[in-house]
């Protein structure tokens, strides 16, 4: 069927007027809801196990050098060397595209933060990173997924979206959620997708699916026009993250569009050859700090209003491990960038590396959930009672993180 | 729901196959838990192309490139993975297509989900489909023991998991070079391997499996075999450990294989198993009783796979419907390819399963692909999926009649309205696309 050109938009008009499956109301610029102050929060999940010492490096810890041995980095002052943050911490060098956001105050870091249970299994700590919770209980929803059932109330539209593919667990319940992929593998028959669209009806799951599937194509298509192929974005390695990144900057910046987002970065399991200022894990954060950049300058004005928050799993053991890497530990750092962000500052206290979580983790001091928390009262305005017992159940005396915001 | 006979062959055919065609289905009507277990008893061997390199020349070529560095044997080395992948690909795809016994393709896939090991490492790449042949298939009706052996003393896997440089700190090497374990390989396997994540193992179980496995690595290129296992004893962590309650004295190589056989029999390893395929061929949440069934042959037969592959074929749940699974965007793949009994060209392929997040062996982490519809359906997927049913029905060389396929390969499953849909097609293409669009043909 090589006959067929008409766009996708026309195509809901027709079957909006024909079929009657779709209403008004799903065609573009009308799929998701209002947020108060029309403001933006993206969270960016690092799979993988991030070594936030790397990230943000301690150098003004006297026991730092003497820790990390090889993969130590030295303090700030060499050309191509790690970036002074204040007189204790140092950015690393592979993270420079977003040092301008530090300096302009847009950006802050949590250090030594957790997530509040004790695992170092990837995948269960995934898990409850993703569900809030700090110990497993069964099937579980998204903390994001229910902080979005709670903000868009009684009007049903859609608030969230997945970028890259598969919804992530943080984002699955009992909200429907919009997801954009950089690619498929070609353009489907109009006619074709009215067919499937009567059939689809009747499968509960599939169903739902490919309706939202192509409003929310018909919506990324106008957002992103109709080359919408980032083709970097299907890749694998660290730039294939800018790319995503840059479309998601675009998507919620839109009139319109998704106001909350999440995506994946994986690549951080830094068991082998780790390196220091240069090597595997500073070219995986070259990717990341390359993707941060390219979201903020995609959300253009939309950028004041925003929050990204990037979280990791847990953080990686002090000492390097027998092939120059790391293994897993406890706490990492935390990111808070955004034009919405009152940073320029490392938070969190610093437990020091004299006494580490059993004999080999830094310790935890923050967790991350009080940032999470902080972003939603104080950006989305959602009470804390709420933040309390629904969106992170059972964490009444874990307060918000303080002073994250601009006022 | 109980179903008919008629109802079952389709069930057969799609839920521990991949789709039935030509009159397969009124073949498998007869005894469809018979043409399931025939199988598992009398598995075919694919006719693989004898020009796809095992393992070793792989691993050796790997080793090679690392050594010279230089930079033109690099390129040669990565046009030589990519050339291999896509014939291992196609001929991976070949078997499914045309192999007697689709459900023994079924199993060798789950395993070697189960056993993932994943191009994420680039290194991997060269030698992840031979991993499969050598390690995953010879095993999959045979002992679950046997299994863990192969696939864990294969040097694909102790590359990807570190273990292939893990040194004891106490052994003659880390004495001297003050290097130390990595608890990669050791962690896995009890998590995702073996016991699972509710195993009841600690950390310092974790560590005691690390160190009794430092030693397994992979013969250098100095070395008899290089690319092949090899237990180095200067680099084993000398002295006794304990693991999980267990003494282990020390044995050298036989440490790892006295504690690998020690977990293959661990009841906890029992469930988990159980617990996998109940997930892949009943439903994403199996119920605990189901679970406990083949739990419960696993243990009694000392992890027989054929066994324990029948007990999942002869529970009722097995056989109820409608279609309680979502096919994985692979499985959609070569069911569809199955069904129209045509394998498309190998970069054709590999662009569809990227495009639809499931590249054969970059799995983006040790703990392979999830096996459930929450991973998988979520709303441009879904679209993606349609498109790529229509973009290989464009594909195909001589288009099928459309309803005489939906037949062949739904029979009692194809309801009415999917049938006029594809009645109604404008052609021949555009019905096989429908077809393979379906939510019929998109669940098992």
């Given at each position: 069927?090589?006959?067929?050109?008409?766009?996708r938009?026309?195509?809901?008009?027709?079957?909006?007027?024909?079929?009657?499956i779709f209403?008004?109301?799903s065609l573009?610029?009308?799929?998701?809801?209002?947020v108060?102050?029309?403001r933006?929060?993206?969270?960016?999940?690092?799979r993988?196990?991030?070594?936030?010492?790397?990230?943000?490096a301690?150098?003004g810890?006297?026991?730092?050098?003497?820790k990390?041995?090889?993969?130590?980095?030295k303090?700030?002052?060499?050309?191509?060397?790690?970036?002074?943050?204040?007189?204790f911490?140092?950015?690393?060098?592979?993270?420079?595209a977003?040092?301008?956001?530090y300096?302009s105050?847009e950006?802050?870091?949590?250090?030594?933060?957790?997530?509040?249970?004790?695992?170092?299994?990837h995948?269960?700590?995934?898990?409850?990173?993703?569900?809030?919770?700090?110990i497993?209980?069964?099937?579980?929803?998204?903390?994001?997924n229910?902080?979005?059932?709670l903000l868009q109330?009684s009007d049903?539209?859609?608030l969230?979206?997945?970028?890259?593919?598969?919804?992530?667990?943080?984002?699955?319940?009992?909200?429907?959620?919009?997801?954009?992929?950089?690619?498929?593998v070609?353009?489907?028959?109009?006619?074709?997708i009215?067919a499937?669209?009567?059939?689809?009806?009747?499968?509960?799951?599939?169903g739902?699916?490919?309706?939202e599937?192509?409003?929310?194509?018909?919506?990324?298509s106008?957002?992103?026009?109709?080359?919408?192929?980032?083709?970097?974005?299907?890749g694998?390695?660290?730039?294939?993250?800018?790319?995503?990144a840059e479309?998601a900057g675009?998507?919620v910046?839109?009139?319109?569009?998704p106001?909350?987002?999440?995506l994946?970065?994986?690549g951080?399991?830094t068991h082998v050859?780790?390196?220091?200022?240069?090597g595997?894990?500073?070219?995986?954060?070259?990717?990341?700090?390359?993707?941060?950049?390219?979201?903020a300058?995609?959300m253009g004005?939309?950028w004041r209003?925003?929050?990204?928050?990037?979280?990791?799993?847990?953080?990686?053991?002090v000492a390097?491990?027998?092939?120059?890497?790391?293994d897993h530990?406890t706490?990492s750092?935390?990111?808070?960038?955004?034009?919405?962000?009152?940073?320029?500052?490392?938070?969190?206290?610093?437990?020091?590396?004299?006494?580490?979580?059993d004999?080999?983790?830094?310790?935890?001091?923050?967790?991350?959930r009080?940032?999470?928390?902080?972003?939603l009262?104080?950006h989305?305005?959602?009470a804390?009672n709420?933040l309390d017992?629904?969106v992170?159940?059972?964490?009444?005396?874990?307060k918000p993180?303080?002073?994250l915001l601009?006022a | 729901?109980?179903?008919?006979?008629?109802?079952?062959?389709?069930?057969?055919?799609?839920?521990?196959?991949?789709?039935?065609?030509?009159?397969e289905?009124?073949?498998?009507?007869?005894?469809?838990?018979?043409?399931?277990t025939?199988?598992?008893?009398?598995?075919?061997?694919p006719?693989?192309?004898?020009?796809?390199?095992p393992s070793?020349?792989m691993?050796a070529?790997?080793l090679?490139?690392?050594?010279?560095?230089?930079?033109?044997?690099?390129?040669?080395?990565?046009?030589?993975?990519?050339?291999?992948?896509f014939?291992?690909?196609?001929?991976r795809?070949?078997?499914?297509?045309?192999?007697?016994?689709?459900?023994?393709e079924?199993?060798?896939?789950?395993?070697s989900?189960?056993f993932?090991?994943?191009?994420?490492?680039p290194?991997?790449?060269?030698?992840a489909?031979?991993?499969?042949?050598?390690?995953?298939?010879?095993h999959?009706?045979?002992?679950?023991?046997?299994m863990?052996?192969?696939a864990?003393?294969?040097p694909a896997?102790l590359?990807?998991?570190d273990?292939?440089?893990s040194?004891?700190?106490?052994?003659?090497?880390?004495q001297?070079?003050?290097k130390?374990i990595?608890?990669n390989?050791?962690r896995?396997?009890?998590?995702l391997?073996?016991?699972?994540?509710?195993g009841g193992?600690?950390?310092?179980?974790?560590?005691?499996l690390?160190?009794?496995?430092?030693?397994?690595s992979?013969?250098?290129?100095?070395?008899a075999?290089?690319?092949t296992?090899?237990?180095?004893p200067?680099i084993?962590?000398?002295?006794?450990?304990?693991?999980?309650?267990?003494?282990?004295?020390?044995?050298?190589?036989?440490e790892g294989?006295?504690?690998?056989r020690d977990?293959?029999n661990h009841?906890a390893?029992?469930?988990h198993?159980?617990f996998k395929?109940?997930?892949?061929f009943?439903a994403d949440?199996?119920?605990?009783?189901?679970v406990?069934?083949?739990a419960?042959v696993?243990?009694?037969?000392?992890?027989n796979?054929a066994?324990v592959?029948?007990?999942?074929?002869?529970?009722?749940?097995?056989?109820?419907?409608?279609?309680?699974k979502?096919r994985?965007p692979?499985d959609m793949?070569?069911?569809?390819?199955?069904a129209?009994n045509?394998?498309?060209?190998a970069?054709?392929?590999?662009?569809?399963?990227?495009t639809?997040?499931?590249?054969?062996f970059?799995?983006?982490?040790p703990?392979?692909w999830?096996?459930?519809?929450a991973s998988?359906?979520?709303p441009?997927?879904v679209?993606?999926?349609?498109?790529w049913?229509?973009?290989f029905?464009?594909?195909?060389?001589?288009?099928p009649d459309?309803?005489?396929?939906?037949?062949?390969?739904l029979?009692?499953?194809?309801?009415?309205?999917?049938l006029?849909?594809?009645?109604?097609?404008?052609?021949?293409?555009?019905g096989?696309a429908?077809?393979?669009a379906?939510p019929?043909?998109?669940r098992?």
């Amino acid at each position: 069927m090589a006959c067929c050109t008409s766009s996708r938009r026309q195509f809901l008009g027709l079957v909006a007027g024909g079929a009657g499956i779709f209403t008004l109301a799903s065609l573009p610029g009308a799929v998701f809801a209002a947020v108060p102050g029309d403001r933006r929060f993206v969270v960016v999940l690092l799979r993988g196990a991030l070594d936030g010492m790397a990230a943000v490096a301690p150098v003004g810890d006297p026991l730092y050098q003497e820790k990390r041995g090889a993969i130590a980095l030295k303090p700030p002052g060499g050309s191509g060397g790690t970036i002074a943050l204040d007189h204790f911490y140092a950015l690393h060098p592979a993270l420079g595209a977003i040092e301008p956001y530090y300096r302009s105050g847009e950006l802050l870091f949590v250090h030594a933060a957790g997530n509040g249970y004790h695992t170092r299994s990837h995948f269960d700590a995934q898990d409850l990173m993703e569900t809030g919770l700090t110990i497993k209980q069964g099937e579980s929803d998204g903390w994001l997924n229910r902080a979005i059932v709670l903000l868009q109330g009684s009007d049903k539209a859609r608030l969230g979206l997945a970028v890259g593919g598969a919804v992530p667990l943080i984002l699955r319940g009992k909200a429907q959620m919009a997801s954009w992929e950089p690619q498929g593998v070609g353009a489907i028959d109009d006619d074709l997708i009215a067919a499937l669209s009567r059939i689809y009806a009747r499968d509960p799951l599939l169903g739902p699916a490919l309706a939202e599937g192509i409003k929310a194509q018909a919506f990324s298509s106008s957002v992103l026009g109709d080359d919408t192929m980032v083709k970097g974005g299907k890749g694998f390695g660290p730039k294939a993250f800018a790319a995503l990144a840059e479309a998601a900057g675009k998507l919620v910046a839109a009139p319109r569009g998704p106001r909350i987002a999440a995506l994946d970065m994986g690549g951080w399991d830094t068991h082998v050859n780790q390196g220091a200022e240069t090597g595997r894990l500073a070219q995986n954060m070259e990717g990341f700090a390359a993707g941060l950049d390219a979201l903020a300058k995609a959300m253009g004005p939309a950028w004041r209003q925003t929050v990204v928050v990037a979280v990791t799993e847990f953080g990686r053991t002090v000492a390097v491990n027998g092939n120059s890497g790391t293994d897993h530990g406890t706490a990492s750092v935390v990111f808070v960038m955004g034009g919405a962000v009152k940073g320029g500052r490392v938070a969190g206290d610093w437990p020091g590396l004299a006494q580490l979580q059993d004999n080999r983790d830094l310790r935890m001091t923050t967790d991350a959930r009080a940032v999470m928390k902080a972003v939603l009262r104080d950006h989305f305005g959602l009470a804390r009672n709420l933040l309390d017992t629904k969106v992170f159940p059972d964490t009444a005396a874990l307060k918000p993180f303080g002073g994250l915001l601009r006022a | 729901m109980v179903a008919s006979a008629a109802f079952e062959a389709v069930v057969a055919a799609t839920r521990f196959g991949y789709a039935a065609r030509g009159d397969e289905l009124s073949a498998i009507a007869a005894d469809p838990q018979g043409w399931v277990t025939r199988q598992i008893d009398q598995p075919a061997r694919p006719a693989f192309p004898a020009d796809l390199p095992p393992s070793q020349r792989m691993v050796a070529a790997l080793l090679q490139m690392r050594r010279d560095k230089q930079q033109a044997d690099r390129k040669a080395f990565n046009d030589q993975v990519r050339n291999v992948y896509f014939a291992e690909l196609t001929a991976r795809t070949n078997a499914a297509v045309s192999s007697p016994t689709p459900v023994i393709e079924r199993l060798v896939h789950f395993w070697s989900n189960h056993f993932t090991v994943s191009g994420f490492r680039p290194f991997v790449r060269g030698f992840a489909f031979a991993f499969e042949r050598e390690a995953i298939r010879p095993h999959v009706t045979g002992r679950f023991v046997d299994m863990l052996l192969a696939a864990e003393r294969h040097p694909a896997m102790l590359l990807y998991l570190d273990n292939a440089l893990s040194i004891g700190p106490d052994s003659i090497v880390g004495q001297r070079r003050d290097k130390g374990i990595n608890e990669n390989f050791g962690r896995e396997m009890l998590e995702l391997h073996t016991l699972g994540v509710d195993g009841g193992y600690t950390q310092a179980d974790v560590i005691a499996l690390a160190r009794i496995l430092t030693g397994w690595s992979v013969a250098r290129l100095n070395d008899a075999e290089p690319g092949t296992f090899k237990f180095y004893p200067q680099i084993h962590e000398p002295g006794p450990k304990q693991l999980l309650g267990r003494i282990y004295a020390e044995a050298g190589e036989q440490e790892g294989i006295a504690a690998l056989r020690d977990l293959a029999n661990h009841p906890a390893t029992a469930h988990h198993i159980a617990f996998k395929l109940a997930q892949h061929f009943i439903a994403d949440a199996p119920p605990r009783a189901v679970v406990d069934q083949i739990a419960k042959v696993f243990r009694d037969t000392g992890g027989n796979l054929a066994a324990v592959s029948k007990a999942v074929v002869a529970l009722e749940a097995a056989w109820s419907k409608p279609f309680g699974k979502v096919r994985r965007p692979d499985d959609m793949v070569t069911a569809a390819c199955r069904a129209a009994n045509f394998t498309p060209p190998a970069p054709f392929l590999a662009g569809s399963l990227r495009t639809l997040n499931q590249l054969p062996f970059y799995a983006p982490s040790p703990a392979g692909w999830p096996d459930d519809a929450a991973s998988w359906v979520s709303p441009e997927a879904v679209l993606h999926r349609a498109e790529w049913c229509e973009t290989f029905a464009n594909r195909l060389p001589e288009p099928p009649d459309p309803i005489v396929l939906a037949s062949a390969t739904l029979g009692e499953a194809l309801p009415d309205d999917t049938l006029q849909a594809i009645r109604r097609a404008p052609s021949r293409r555009n019905g096989v696309a429908l077809l393979l669009a379906a939510p019929e043909f998109q669940r098992r």
